[in-house]
């Protein structure tokens, strides 16, 4: 294999590839990229055997062939070269090195035979549709903060994605939760997606999609099935599988009957929110929230470092109450709001907190409440 | 030289016997009147509590522990000398000092023995650190004018004191920090006195292995090994920002202890780190049931503890020892800290439930660990598990119930099996 391509292409391909590689690995080919070059275009091809990715490129071609070669060290290499470099892989499969080269740098690396290389097996997906990226950015966007990293309930490792039915009608809906907090976010169902199984998108894949969802036209080409979920761009396919396991049923926490709504520029009530816990120098951080007719008062009191309280304006027409939060909590799901005020919908001191943007239903919060 | 005896406590300037009572127990040393830091550790604590009460096995090798499956909590002197030692398994004691008696611990009577020990040190100095019911540091400095005597005649009276109104024995180290104080102790046992002095603290060490550090123990032992580092002498070679570089914290610790220094101050009640339980079974059981019974009782043994200091733990550890003696240990964080044995039981259920299973174990343990203060925990309800918070309450409303009628008065179905 002998190609020439021009730096900044190669430092996309190897940077998405490099990323799905693990850092710590036992099987030392799945440390590598598999770089294979055909006609004008050169595929890389990584994988942790759970995710692969695979960027196509244009290159030129002098000769076909292909080899695999430490994921990071390439990305490290080409990452440093000069902007507008030339740079020209040419395999020796005889000595087992690829050499890589640009000016007058030059560099040989150790290469693992392509044969070696785990291709993960093609499967039939039952449901192909095609989304905006900035419609799937905007499901996995708002939703991955509720993500759990709780080991003993791997199914709440990932985004719940699944056809859902809604007021509206029926949509195409992204959940997370860690039993703290839930975020359920809605978007249209897009065509061809009525069929598809409900999976769990797994939390790593979700940071590996972000990646293809930085231009807001671009289509992404979505296939499901079962046991694996791939998105497309022309170049780059991300493939992954899907979390086996039952996602609880979330319906039922999403409180319906909580009456007493609070509006809040969310903007204003994040920042009184970080300010207030401050004081407080535990892990989890409450914060207490009293509220009264048209006002808001945040208040930490932690015994061991000390108090603080902020008054804020706000439009609340029921009951008098209160009621406390982990502050981080509460400042992810404030922080989901961009275009409207926040409203909250409580019940009582003890019970699940609803928010959302607004009138909005599309994007909906759940927060446990925390004793204080 | 200053010199003391320990029988009759005269203070005189040299000799091999004291001038007074003419008995040949005495110490001699040249900071014998100045050194102040202590380590009282009783000789053979439970065991000597079990022949005070019994007098009949004064003379026979005793051995602490429970059932045959168990391991050795602690060994009298005479089983001692046939090789028994504490937290051996109790049937290769039995090999080893085939007559011993075995006696099943009475912790009543020791944690009884332990406060009338603890009194006697209250009227020494109020900075005690007990490490456990039969050992702790205590700091005299600044006594001296208050009991009109050194420290090291308070303590020699201490012991004698122990004796003649609890009829139990303990050893003394007196030095100049916890650390050489602990490893002083243990020089001359049973009812030892022995004194490390500033001025021999380096020539005492260096000859010494590194696992006198208390602390150090197999594994610690091994990196140390690999290092090449086996005594005090060793690790003088050392220089302080290698052994960071190679052992992180312990480096900078063990850079300090070779010169014999230990900052560490004599603490009343240094916090609790961790809270567990657990049971070696009779018999190795691959059975799904009995182990879930054993799981929720350790669980509850936990909680119970933790409730007792009012404590609550945000790491919840599960320990399981199998048949070929091989460790298994899982863990896992919680967002909230808890003391309710029904969570503590889910969560190391979880975690069992990861373990690959048909496995024969002979060992189940739980822990609660990153211990915060009970008031910062069980704040938080799950989203997905609605019915915990009245399962807490249920806990809370039994809890109050066995404070009432006693600790039988309510069990759980799961604790029967």
Known sequence: MKISMERATLLRAVAQAQSVVERRNTIPILANVLIEAEGETVTFRATDLDIEVLDKAVAQVEKSGGTTVSAVTLHEIVRKLPDGALVVLSDDAAAGRLSVSAGRSQFNLATLPKEDFPVMASSEYSSNFTAKANQLRRLFDKSKFAISTEETRYYLNGVYMHVAEADGGRVLRCVATDGHRLARIDSDLPTGAEDMPGVIVPRKTVGELRKLLEEDDMDIAVSVSETKVRFATPDITLTSKVIDGTFPDYTRVIPQNNTRKLEVDAAEFAKAVDRVATVSSERSRAVKLQLDEDRLILSVNAPDSGAAEEELAVAYGDDRLEIGFNAKYLLEIANQVDRENAVFMFNSSGDPTLMREGNDTSAVYVVMPMRV | ?417
Not at chain 2, 120 to 131: F, K, N, Q, V
């Open chain 2, 1 to 417: 030289m200053p010199s003391l005896c320990r029988d009759c406590l005269t203070r005189f300037d040299k000799g091999t016997r004291c001038p007074a009572c003419r008995r040949p127990r005495i110490i001699t040393h040249d900071e014998l009147e100045t050194l102040s830091i202590a380590h009282m550790d009783c000789d053979a604590f439970y065991a000597s509590v079990e022949k005070r009460d019994n007098p009949a096995l004064a003379d026979k090798p005793v051995i602490i522990g429970g059932g045959r499956r168990g391991v050795v909590s602690t060994a009298c002197y005479i089983a001692r000398i046939k090789g028994v030692r504490s937290a051996m398994p109790m049937f290769k004691a039995l090999q080893l000092c085939p007559d011993a008696v075995i006696v099943r611990p009475r912790f009543e009577a020791y944690t009884e023995a332990s406060r009338a020990i603890r009194a006697m040190m209250e009227e020494l100095t109020p900075a005690i650190e007990p490490l456990s019911l039969d050992e702790a540091f205590m700091d005299l400095t600044g006594t001296e004018r208050l009991h009109g005597a050194p420290p090291a005649v308070m303590l020699a009276r201490l012991i004698k004191r122990m004796k003649a109104e609890l009829g139990l024995t303990g050893s003394i180290g007196l030095s100049h920090n916890k650390f050489l104080a602990k490893i002083a102790s243990d020089l001359d046992k049973p009812r030892g006195f022995s004194i490390i002095g500033k001025a021999e603290t380096e020539s005492f060490l260096r000859p010494r292995p590194v696992r006198l550090i208390w602390g150090v123990g197999a594994a610690a032992q091994e990196q140390l090994d690999r290092a090449g580092i086996r005594t005090f002498d060793d690790l003088l070679r050392w220089d302080r920002q290698d052994l960071i570089a190679r052992f992180g914290g312990m480096g900078d610790r063990l850079w300090h202890l070779a010169r014999g220094e230990d900052r560490r101050r004599v603490t009343r009640n240094a916090p609790m780190k961790s809270i567990s339980n657990e049971t070696t079974f009779s018999d190795d059981t691959n059975d799904p049931d009995i182990l879930d019974g054993h799981l929720w009782r350790m669980a509850e043994k936990v909680a119970d503890r933790a409730k007792a200091k009012g404590l609550a733990g945000r790491v919840v550890t599960l320990k399981l020892k199998k048949s070929d003696f091989a460790l298994i240990s899982r863990r896992l964080s919680l967002g909230d800290a808890t003391q309710i044995a029904d969570r503590i039981y889910r969560v190391a259920r979880g975690l069992f439930d990861q373990v690959p299973t048909g496995q024969a174990y002979r060992l189940l343990g739980v822990g609660l660990s990153d211990l915060v203060s009970e008031d910062q925990a069980d704040r938080a309800g799950d989203l997905l598990d609605p019915n915990a918070e009245s399962r807490a309450k249920a806990e809370r409303a039994t809890d109050a119930i066995r404070k009432r009628f006693g600790e039988d008065a309510i069990l759980k179905g799961r604790a029967l099996r």
